[in-house]
C-alpha cells in the first residue's frame, strides 16, 4: 500500500516537465536531441532586468517581502493593466506569486470546494486539470477541434454549465493551440457568464504579447462580468523570464485578500530579487517585447511552412503564443520495426526515438489526437527538426 496521500497519487506528473526531461536524459547520453518539447522562450532575459536584479543584490533586497509583493510591484503591475490592457485595478488586487502557475493554483484553491465543476476548453494547458484535482474540484472539458481553430462558442460553453459549475478556465493567446479569442468571440463568452452569476472566469494571459493578428484582448474588459474575472499573467513568456519564477494575479478584492492568506502558509512572497527584477521589467518599455515577438512570428511562417509538407499532418496556422498542435490521426495504427503506434503519446516517445526531436503528445493536454511542438528555438534547429520529424514519419507504414 502506498504511503503517500490520494491526493498525489491522483496527480499526473507534468507531461511538458517529463518530456524536457527524457530529452534531457538521451542528451547527456551524447545523443543530439532537439527539444521542442518545453514552452519556453529561447531568448536571455534582457540586460536591464538582469542588472536590477544585480542592483537589487547589493542594495539588499535579500528579506522577506510582503507576501503579495513589494508595494511598488504590484503597483507597477496595476499600472501596467492600465495602460496596456485598459484595466482599472487597484494596486491592493494584484498578488505577486512563484511564477504564473502558483497564481492559477491560488485562484482555484481559493474560489473551488470539492465536487464543484470547473469548465476547461480543450485543448487546455496541462497544469489546469491537474490543478483542479487537487482542489478536489471536478473538470468539465468542453472539446473543439483543428477545424474550429480550437476556440469554443457560447453555446458550447452555455452546454457545459450546471448549476454545479463554479469556475471557467482558459488561455488566450492559448498554449497549446496558438489561438486567440477576438473581443467578439470573448463578448459572446461574456454574454453567457452575464447569465450566470455564481460562475467566476480565470483568463490566462501570459502569452498576451506573443500575439501575431491584433492587439491583445482581456475577457476583464467587459463590466458586467469583471469582478468574476480573474486575470492571471506573468514575465516568463514575454521576458524571456521563466527561471525566475514571477507571476500575478488581478481579481476582486475579497480573492486578492484570499490569495494572500493562502500564499502566506505555502511559498510566502515570491524572491525579493526577482521582484525588483519584475519593476524593472515593467518600466524599461515594450522593445525587447516586441522584438522577441517578431522572432516568433518569422518562426511561425517558417515552421508553417516546413509542417504543410509533410504528408499525415493535419495543421492551423495559429495566430499566437509559440506552439503548433497538429492532428496526427493519420498514423495511428502505422508500425515501425513492428512497433504499433496507437494514439499521440506514442508518436511523440517515437520521434524522441527516431528522430531525435522532443515533443508532447496531446493526452496530456485533453486532445489524443494531436502533438504539441514549441517552436522557440532558433531557425536552424526548427529547420533540422521538421527534416527529422518527417523523415521519422515517413518511416511508418
Ligand atoms: N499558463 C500557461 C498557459 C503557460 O503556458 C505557462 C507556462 N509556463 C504558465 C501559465 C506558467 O508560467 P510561469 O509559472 O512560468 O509564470
Ligand atoms: N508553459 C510551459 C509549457 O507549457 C512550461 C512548462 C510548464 O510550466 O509546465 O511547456
Given at each position: ?354 528522430g531525435h526531436v522532443a515533443v508532447v503528445g496531446g493526452d496530456s ?33
Amino acid at each position: 500500500m502506498s504511503i503517500l496521500s490520494n491526493r498525489i497519487n491522483n496527480l499526473t506528473e507534468s507531461q511538458t516537465m517529463k518530456m524536457n526531461k527524457l530529452a534531457r536524459e538521451l542528451a547527456a547520453k551524447g545523443v543530439d536531441v532537439i527539444s521542442l518539447s518545453l514552452g519556453e522562450p529561447d531568448f536571455h532575459t534582457p540586460g536591464h532586468i538582469k542588472e536590477a536584479a544585480k542592483q537589487a543584490m547589493d542594495e539588499n533586497y535579500t528579506y522577506y517581502t510582503p507576501v503579495a509583493g513589494y508595494p511598488d510591484l504590484r503597483k507597477a503591475v496595476a499600472h501596467k493593466l492600465s495602460e496596456e490592457n485598459h484595466l482599472d485595478y487597484d494596486a491592493s488586487q494584484i498578488v505577486v506569486s512563484t511564477g504564473a502557475k502558483q497564481a492559477l493554483a491560488n485562484a482555484v484553491l481559493c474560489l473551488v470546494n470539492p465536487g464543484e465543476e470547473v469548465i476547461i476548453p480543450t485543448p487546455y494547458w496541462v497544469s489546469y486539470s491537474e490543478i483542479v484535482k487537487l482542489a478536489e474540484g471536478k473538470s468539465v472539458f468542453i472539446n473543439t477541434t483543428v477545424e474550429q481553430n480550437f476556440k469554443i462558442t457560447p453555446q458550447q460553453l452555455e452546454e457545459a454549465i450546471t448549476p454545479l459549475t463554479k469556475l471557467f478556465m482558459f488561455s488566450s493567446p492559448c498554449n497549446p493551440t496558438g489561438s486567440v479569442y477576438s473581443k467578439a468571440e470573448l463578448q459572446g463568452l461574456a454574454e453567457v457568464f452575464e447569465r450566470y452569476p455564481q460562475i467566476y472566469i480565470i483568463s490566462d494571459e501570459i502569452y498576451e504579447h506573443i500575439n501575431f493578428v491584433d492587439s491583445h484582448e482581456s475577457i476583464a474588459q467587459f463590466d458586467a462580468i469583471k469582478e468574476r474575472v480573474i486575470v492571471i499573467n506573468g514575465f516568463s513568456k514575454a521576458y524571456a523570464m521563466t527561471g525566475w519564477r514571477i507571476g500575478y494575479s488581478a481579481s476582486n478584492k475579497e480573492l486578492a485578500t484570499a490569495i494572500d492568506k493562502l500564499q502566506g502558509q505555502i511559498t510566502s512572497a515570491t524572491c525579493s530579487i526577482t521582484q525588483r527584477a519584475g519593476v524593472a521589467a515593467y518600466s524599461g518599455g515594450l522593445e525587447s517585447v516586441l522584438q522577441m515577438r517578431d522572432a516568433f512570428k518569422r518562426r511561425r511562417d517558417l515552421v508553417y511552412g516546413l509542417l504543410k509538407d509533410i504528408d499525415g499532418l493535419k495543421v492551423n496556422l495559429p495566430d499566437g503564443a509559440f506552439y503548433f498542435f497538429p492532428d496526427v490521426t493519420s498514423y495511428f495504427g502505422k508500425s515501425y520495426n513492428g512497433k504499433v503506434i496507437n494514439d499521440a503519446d506514442e508518436l511523440s516517445l517515437f520521434l524522441l526515438e527516431e528522430g531525435h526531436v522532443a515533443v508532447v503528445g496531446g493526452d496530456s493536454f485533453g486532445d489524443r489526437k494531436s502533438i504539441r511542438l514549441s517552436y522557440a528555438a532558433a531557425d536552424e534547429k526548427l529547420i533540422e527538426a521538421m527534416n527529422r520529424i518527417k523523415g521519422a514519419l515517413a518511416k511508418l507504414q
